[in-house]
Protein backbone atom coordinates (compact mmCIF):
# COMPACT_ATOMS: atom_id res chain seq x y z
CA UNK A 1 0.00 0.00 0.00
CA UNK A 2 1.25 3.16 -0.76
CA UNK A 3 2.56 5.18 2.04
CA UNK A 4 0.97 8.85 2.56
CA UNK A 5 2.27 12.19 4.12
CA UNK A 6 -0.13 15.12 4.86
CA UNK A 7 0.35 17.45 7.16
CA UNK A 8 -0.24 17.08 10.83
CA UNK A 9 -2.20 20.26 11.70
CA UNK A 10 -3.76 23.54 9.80
CA UNK A 11 -5.77 26.63 11.09
CA UNK A 12 -7.98 28.38 9.20
CA UNK A 13 -10.42 31.76 9.40
CA UNK A 14 -14.14 30.48 8.51
CA UNK A 15 -14.85 31.49 5.20
CA UNK A 16 -11.34 30.99 3.86
CA UNK A 17 -10.78 28.54 1.40
CA UNK A 18 -8.15 25.57 3.04
CA UNK A 19 -6.43 23.04 0.92
CA UNK A 20 -4.79 20.43 2.47
CA UNK A 21 -2.14 18.52 0.32
CA UNK A 22 -1.65 14.77 0.84
CA UNK A 23 1.74 13.14 -0.88
CA UNK A 24 1.85 9.81 -2.29
CA UNK A 25 5.05 9.08 -4.05
CA UNK A 26 4.56 5.33 -4.28
CA UNK A 27 0.66 5.54 -6.09
CA UNK A 28 0.24 2.31 -7.99
CA UNK A 29 -1.80 2.38 -11.36
CA UNK A 30 -4.57 0.72 -9.68
CA UNK A 31 -5.06 2.73 -6.22
CA UNK A 32 -7.23 5.44 -5.66
CA UNK A 33 -7.20 8.49 -3.34
CA UNK A 34 -9.75 8.53 -0.56
CA UNK A 35 -10.55 11.28 1.93
CA UNK A 36 -12.49 11.00 5.33
CA UNK A 37 -13.47 13.23 7.44
CA UNK A 38 -13.44 12.57 11.40
CA UNK A 39 -15.22 14.73 14.36
CA UNK A 40 -14.00 14.60 17.77
CA UNK A 41 -16.69 11.62 19.47
CA UNK A 42 -17.57 10.44 15.96
CA UNK A 43 -16.34 7.76 13.50
CA UNK A 44 -14.78 8.87 10.24
CA UNK A 45 -16.54 9.66 7.17
CA UNK A 46 -16.50 9.49 3.14
CA UNK A 47 -16.12 12.81 1.84
CA UNK A 48 -14.50 11.94 -1.53
CA UNK A 49 -12.51 9.81 -4.03
CA UNK A 50 -10.63 9.93 -7.04
CA UNK A 51 -8.38 8.63 -9.87
CA UNK A 52 -7.18 11.60 -11.36
CA UNK A 53 -7.49 15.23 -12.36
CA UNK A 54 -10.59 17.01 -10.33
CA UNK A 55 -13.64 15.47 -8.56
CA UNK A 56 -15.73 17.76 -6.74
CA UNK A 57 -19.05 16.75 -4.97
CA UNK A 58 -21.27 19.03 -2.61
CA UNK A 59 -19.04 18.78 0.59
CA UNK A 60 -15.38 19.61 -1.19
CA UNK A 61 -12.82 19.40 -4.62
CA UNK A 62 -10.43 16.88 -4.85
CA UNK A 63 -7.41 17.99 -7.31
CA UNK A 64 -4.92 15.49 -8.38
CA UNK A 65 -1.65 16.16 -10.77
CA UNK A 66 -1.03 14.06 -13.69
CA UNK A 67 1.70 11.97 -12.13
CA UNK A 68 -1.13 11.27 -9.35
CA UNK A 69 2.13 11.80 -6.29
CA UNK A 70 0.15 13.80 -4.39
CA UNK A 71 -3.67 15.07 -4.56
CA UNK A 72 -5.23 18.30 -2.60
CA UNK A 73 -8.35 18.58 -0.88
CA UNK A 74 -10.16 22.03 -1.39
CA UNK A 75 -12.63 22.59 1.30
CA UNK A 76 -14.26 25.80 -0.08
CA UNK A 77 -14.93 28.22 2.58
CA UNK A 78 -14.72 26.33 5.93
CA UNK A 79 -16.88 26.93 8.77
CA UNK A 80 -16.45 26.14 12.72
CA UNK A 81 -18.35 22.95 11.58
CA UNK A 82 -15.59 21.51 9.12
CA UNK A 83 -13.41 21.42 12.15
CA UNK A 84 -12.39 18.16 12.14
CA UNK A 85 -9.33 15.77 11.09
CA UNK A 86 -9.23 14.78 8.03
CA UNK A 87 -7.67 11.59 6.47
CA UNK A 88 -5.67 10.53 2.91
CA UNK A 89 -5.89 6.98 1.79
CA UNK A 90 -4.49 5.56 -1.47
CA UNK A 91 -5.36 1.56 -2.03
CA UNK A 92 -6.95 -0.22 -4.52
CA UNK A 93 -10.53 0.01 -5.86
CA UNK A 94 -11.34 -3.72 -4.40
CA UNK A 95 -12.14 -4.58 -1.24
CA UNK A 96 -9.05 -6.99 -0.99
CA UNK A 97 -7.29 -4.73 0.82
CA UNK A 98 -7.88 -3.14 3.67
CA UNK A 99 -6.75 0.80 3.59
CA UNK A 100 -4.98 2.15 6.39
CA UNK A 101 -5.19 5.21 8.07
CA UNK A 102 -2.55 7.54 8.90
CA UNK A 103 -2.71 10.59 11.57
CA UNK A 104 -4.64 12.69 9.83
CA UNK A 105 -4.61 16.57 9.37
CA UNK A 106 -6.38 18.44 12.38
CA UNK A 107 -7.97 21.60 10.74
CA UNK A 108 -9.17 23.76 13.20
CA UNK A 109 -11.50 27.08 12.13
CA UNK A 110 -11.18 29.68 14.23
CA UNK A 111 -13.80 32.71 14.13
CA UNK B 1 -32.45 2.67 8.15
CA UNK B 2 -30.23 1.96 11.21
CA UNK B 3 -27.45 1.43 9.56
CA UNK B 4 -24.28 0.38 11.62
CA UNK B 5 -24.77 0.51 15.20
CA UNK B 6 -22.30 -0.51 18.38
CA UNK B 7 -22.82 -1.53 21.71
CA UNK B 8 -22.26 -1.02 24.80
CA UNK B 9 -21.31 2.97 23.56
CA UNK B 10 -19.13 3.18 26.95
CA UNK B 11 -17.62 0.19 28.93
CA UNK B 12 -15.27 0.39 31.63
CA UNK B 13 -13.84 -3.10 32.88
CA UNK B 14 -10.71 -4.56 34.96
CA UNK B 15 -7.17 -6.25 33.89
CA UNK B 16 -7.68 -9.79 33.03
CA UNK B 17 -11.57 -10.19 32.36
CA UNK B 18 -12.84 -11.03 28.80
CA UNK B 19 -15.15 -8.14 27.18
CA UNK B 20 -17.28 -8.50 24.03
CA UNK B 21 -17.58 -5.31 21.35
CA UNK B 22 -20.64 -5.59 19.30
CA UNK B 23 -21.13 -4.51 15.78
CA UNK B 24 -24.36 -4.68 13.69
CA UNK B 25 -24.92 -3.00 10.51
CA UNK B 26 -28.32 -3.43 8.46
CA UNK B 27 -26.87 -2.80 4.44
CA UNK B 28 -25.64 -6.42 4.28
CA UNK B 29 -22.02 -5.33 3.49
CA UNK B 30 -19.74 -7.95 2.94
CA UNK B 31 -16.68 -6.46 4.38
CA UNK B 32 -16.67 -5.53 7.84
CA UNK B 33 -13.68 -4.07 10.23
CA UNK B 34 -12.67 -3.20 14.00
CA UNK B 35 -10.39 -0.48 14.30
CA UNK B 36 -8.81 1.13 17.29
CA UNK B 37 -7.88 4.64 18.09
CA UNK B 38 -5.30 6.09 20.16
CA UNK B 39 -4.26 9.56 20.75
CA UNK B 40 -0.97 10.10 18.75
CA UNK B 41 -1.90 6.75 16.71
CA UNK B 42 -4.66 8.08 14.65
CA UNK B 43 -6.31 4.64 13.39
CA UNK B 44 -5.28 1.46 13.26
CA UNK B 45 -6.50 -1.51 11.97
CA UNK B 46 -7.41 -4.65 14.20
CA UNK B 47 -9.34 -7.29 12.55
CA UNK B 48 -11.36 -6.97 9.10
CA UNK B 49 -13.34 -9.54 7.69
CA UNK B 50 -14.45 -10.22 4.12
CA UNK B 51 -17.67 -12.47 4.35
CA UNK B 52 -19.08 -14.35 6.66
CA UNK B 53 -16.66 -16.75 8.52
CA UNK B 54 -13.77 -15.02 6.50
CA UNK B 55 -11.71 -13.11 8.51
CA UNK B 56 -7.92 -11.82 8.54
CA UNK B 57 -5.42 -9.95 10.59
CA UNK B 58 -4.95 -6.09 10.88
CA UNK B 59 -1.93 -4.21 12.07
CA UNK B 60 -2.54 -4.77 15.63
CA UNK B 61 -4.41 -8.19 16.01
CA UNK B 62 -2.78 -9.27 18.87
CA UNK B 63 -4.60 -9.81 22.42
CA UNK B 64 -8.06 -9.59 20.38
CA UNK B 65 -10.32 -12.47 18.67
CA UNK B 66 -13.19 -12.19 16.05
CA UNK B 67 -15.62 -14.11 14.42
CA UNK B 68 -18.21 -13.58 11.79
CA UNK B 69 -21.10 -16.12 11.80
CA UNK B 70 -23.45 -14.28 10.34
CA UNK B 71 -22.86 -11.05 7.45
CA UNK B 72 -24.82 -8.67 9.58
CA UNK B 73 -22.62 -9.31 12.97
CA UNK B 74 -18.85 -8.99 13.61
CA UNK B 75 -18.24 -8.92 17.40
CA UNK B 76 -14.87 -8.36 18.87
CA UNK B 77 -12.99 -9.74 21.83
CA UNK B 78 -10.78 -8.96 24.33
CA UNK B 79 -9.75 -12.28 25.94
CA UNK B 80 -8.63 -10.99 28.99
CA UNK B 81 -8.12 -7.17 28.61
CA UNK B 82 -5.21 -4.96 29.24
CA UNK B 83 -4.82 -1.39 30.26
CA UNK B 84 -2.83 -0.56 27.06
CA UNK B 85 -6.37 -2.03 25.16
CA UNK B 86 -7.80 1.14 26.85
CA UNK B 87 -8.84 3.02 23.52
CA UNK B 88 -11.74 3.90 21.37
CA UNK B 89 -12.76 1.41 19.02
CA UNK B 90 -14.46 1.61 15.71
CA UNK B 91 -16.39 -0.67 13.70
CA UNK B 92 -16.83 -0.49 10.04
CA UNK B 93 -18.31 -1.81 6.87
CA UNK B 94 -17.77 -1.13 3.06
CA UNK B 95 -19.42 -1.48 0.09
CA UNK B 96 -18.63 -0.79 -3.40
CA UNK B 97 -19.33 3.20 -4.79
CA UNK B 98 -21.95 2.81 -7.47
CA UNK B 99 -20.97 2.39 -10.97
CA UNK B 100 -17.42 0.76 -10.25
CA UNK B 101 -15.70 -1.08 -8.13
CA UNK B 102 -14.18 1.29 -5.57
CA UNK B 103 -15.45 1.07 -1.80
CA UNK B 104 -16.61 3.45 0.91
CA UNK B 105 -16.11 2.77 4.31
CA UNK B 106 -19.11 3.20 6.67
CA UNK B 107 -18.23 3.51 10.84
CA UNK B 108 -20.17 3.39 13.25
CA UNK B 109 -20.07 5.89 16.91
CA UNK B 110 -17.17 4.02 18.57
CA UNK B 111 -17.21 2.24 21.77
CA UNK B 112 -15.10 3.85 24.55
CA UNK B 113 -13.09 1.10 26.68
CA UNK B 114 -11.99 1.97 29.80
CA UNK B 115 -9.77 -0.78 31.31
CA UNK B 116 -8.46 -0.27 34.73
Known amino acids: LAKTTQPISMDSYEGQEVNITCSHN???????ITWYQQFPSQGPRFIIQ???TKVTNEVASLFIPADRKSSTLSLPRVSLSDTAVYYC????????????FGKGTRLSVIA | DAGITQSPRYKITETGRQVTLMCHQT?????MFWYRQDLGHGLRLIYY???????DKGEVPDGYVVSRSKTENFPLTLESATRSQTSVYFC???????????????FGPGTRLLVL
Open chain 1, 26 to 32: NIATNDY
Open chain 1, 50 to 52: GYK
Open chain 2, 92 to 106: ASSVPLAGDNQETQY
Open chain 2, 49 to 55: SAAADIT
Open chain 1, 89 to 100: LVGPSSGNTPLV
Open chain 2, 27 to 31: WSHSY
